[in-house]
């Protein structure tokens, strides 16, 4: 169960995020504070994944409250919504390029919209959860969102990678906007001409007789040959560069032969447009992918944190062994990159990768043998954190030993999940051998 903490004394907001709450009630739970410093203490203890922070009445001190959170980013992971009285105030956050924001909207925004950044926000946990925490040990960000033929939805995936390059200091203003306008007229041409085979000639024709682009999508997105067709859009977060993939589930479309649209025409020119902005931007053969980079700019956003700066980072090759079972080794490793294979008893057990954060907890906890072999499966990267320096940690900041504990219960929930439902598979497979 995630949780979101909503700070505010305005009815309207708290009772969106309840109402929104209710319909995603078994991944969801909401929480509520109205004052500044119990805001800050809920944060501090409870750790909530996603934090609803109103600016709008000024009743609570926002500004003392990002301050906390940005005491330690990576400890305080999740993401931000900014609830603002106009867009006078949005602007003024947006420029505080906040990496732990995730949209900043006017109150009439967030009360339309925010089931749905909600719902996109739940599809997408890894973006959600993980954002942001492997940029500080210096690993690359790489996903994934799938969305399907909903413009208003596209406009969110838009700003949630737009505005992390800008607020984390990857782009520039002047390159957001860019970005902004790259994204719009790409994903528009993987909806219109991609999923919905939407030709120049209809939309023309459509645009030329009053029509409304809007209603022509609905329209062809209830048609059952294209009710069921994605946008996939791919993401990789490098120290110099960023690399996006758009690709859809069409036919593909002769993207070569608009490319040179004329600006005055009404619409043709989105490809035009998206190359004279972006430098590296290619289509597939079909028309139904495009790969366009963004050079990121250099600035001291990206440096290792101080709470990882002391400690050793280690890569292993392929099968090489990081501990073996019954060593006498108690430090914790942090996952930056690659995957591990944990074997007990000879025994694959599970495969572990940087959503598992750590190796090694069990050792670490119990002051023990190790309970298992770890082995890198291709190229890998790992963090060792000796033990006598996480628990110095610990004592100086006791929320360490929350988020160690909240992720080793995360973890046991996990393969409490994974156990049930191998037991079920064995049963059912059982139950057909016995009916043969």
């Not at 002047?174 to 001409?193: G, I, K, M, S, V």
């Not at 329209?219 to 120290?239: C, E, L, N, T, V």
């Not at 009404?266 to 035009?272: F, N, T, V």
């Not at 440096?303 to 980072?313: A, E, G, H, L, Q």
Request: proline residues 2%.
């Amino acid at each position: 169960m995630k949780k979101i903490l909503t700070a505010s004394n305005n009815p309207k907001i708290i009772d969106t995020v309840r109402n929104a709450c209710v319909l995603y009630s078994s991944f969801f739970s909401a929480d509520f504070c109205t004052e500044t410093e119990d805001v800050i203490r809920f944060i501090n203890y409870e750790m909530p994944e996603l934090k609803v922070l109103d600016y709008s009445d000024g009743s609570i001190d926002c500004e003392k409250i990002m301050e906390a959170i940005n005491s330690d980013d990576w400890l305080h992971y999740g993401g931000i919504i900014a609830v603002c009285k106009n867009r006078a105030q949005v602007e003024l956050i947006e420029e505080k390029r906040d990496m732990n924001v995730l949209v900043v909207q006017t109150e009439n925004e967030f009360v339309q919209h925010f089931t749905r950044v909600l719902r996109i926000l739940y599809k997408n946990q890894h973006f959600l959860f993980n954002r942001g925490m492997k940029d500080v040990v210096g690993a690359l960000e790489s996903g994934a969102f799938v969305c399907g033929n909903d413009p208003m939805d596209m406009r969110f995936y838009t700003n949630f990678l737009v505005d992390y390059l800008y607020n984390s200091n990857r782009i520039s203003k002047y390159e957001r906007y860019n970005l902004q306008l790259t994204f719009t007229e790409l994903l528009t041409n993987a909806l219109e001409h991609g999923n919905l085979e939407i030709s120049y000639q209809e939309k023309s024709d459509w645009l030329n007789n009053g029509g409304n682009m809007i209603e022509l999508i609905e329209k062809k997105s209830k048609d059952p040959r294209y009710a069921d067709r994605k946008i996939r859009i791919s993401y990789s977060f490098a120290k110099n560069a960023s690399k996006f993939i758009i690709h859809d589930d069409g036919n593909g479309f002769d993207w070569r032969a608009v490319q040179n649209a004329k600006a005055e025409e009404c619409h043709g020119r989105g490809i035009a447009m998206s190359r004279e902005v972006m430098k590296y931007l290619t289509y597939n053969e079909k028309g139904n992918e495009v790969t366009f980079y963004v050079q990121n700019q250099q600035n001291l956003s990206n440096s290792v944190p101080n709470i990882i700066r002391p400690f050793d980072t280690i890569d292993y090759n392929d099968k090489q062994i990081v501990f073996r079972e019954g060593e006498l080794s108690n430090d914790l490793y942090f996952i930056v990159s690659g995957r591990f294979a944990i074997y007990a008893n000879n025994r694959l057990t599970t495969v572990l990768n940087p959503n598992d954060l750590f190796i090694g907890e069990m050792a670490f906890l119990l002051n023990d043998r190790r309970t298992a072999t770890v082995m890198s499966v291709g190229h890998s990267r790992l963090i060792k954190v000796p033990k006598k320096d996480f628990l110095l940690l610990i004592r100086k900041n006791p929320h360490y030993g929350i988020f160690l504990s909240k992720m080793l219960a995360q973890r046991l929930v996990k393969q409490t999940k994974d156990t049930i439902d191998l037991k079920l598979k064995v049963n059912d497979l059982e139950k057909k051998v016995g009916n043969k």
